[in-house]
């Protein structure tokens, strides 16, 4: 015969749940949803699933154990890295996804080094654009690509040739 959950071991467990240490992520919003100083790369960014203070000059720092100085806000970068270990640093990072990995949306065609740019574009019905503010279309990152005469992008998938 069954045995029926008594109220004590209910408690214990919901005590356990309460007293439950959070994960960093869990205790502060998200650095890149709530701010512009975030800067867009490719889908390979760095985790670094860190707390940061964001101070009001738009300086990112490892908040550590101690808090947020006077003027800063708690926040948590998932994506990112420690650019100055001295300082604590740190660039936040959203990860793009790669517009070459849409079929169709690049050219597959040889460069050279110097000659295109990794940068974010707005694709909307195929056709791309630099930037990214009020993008009505889709976010992308192009690792490798031009800027036209026309103002459009094209990005290419296909190999570096050395110059």
Known sequence: MPRKITFPIL?????????????????????????????????????????????????????GMSPCSTGSIPFHVRFGEVVDPVMQLVVAYIPLKNACSVPGLCEAKEYSSGTSTA???????????????????????????????????????GYEVPL
Do not use: H
């Open 11 to 63: 408690g214990l467990v919901g005590l356990a749940l309460v007293f439950a240490p959070l994960s960093a992520s869990a205790e502060y919003r998200d650095l890149c949803d709530s701010s512009r100083v975030c800067e867009y790369t490719g889908p390979t960014a760095p985790t670094l699933d860190a707390d940061v203070c964001l101070d009001p000059t738009g300086e990112v720092k490892l908040k």
């Open 119 to 157: 940068q974010a574009i707005c694709c909307v019905n195929g056709v791309c654009w630099p930037g990214f503010y009020d993008c009505g279309g889709t976010l992308m990152w192009c690792d490798d690509g031009v800027c036209n005469e026309d103002g459009t992008v094209t990005c290419f998938e």
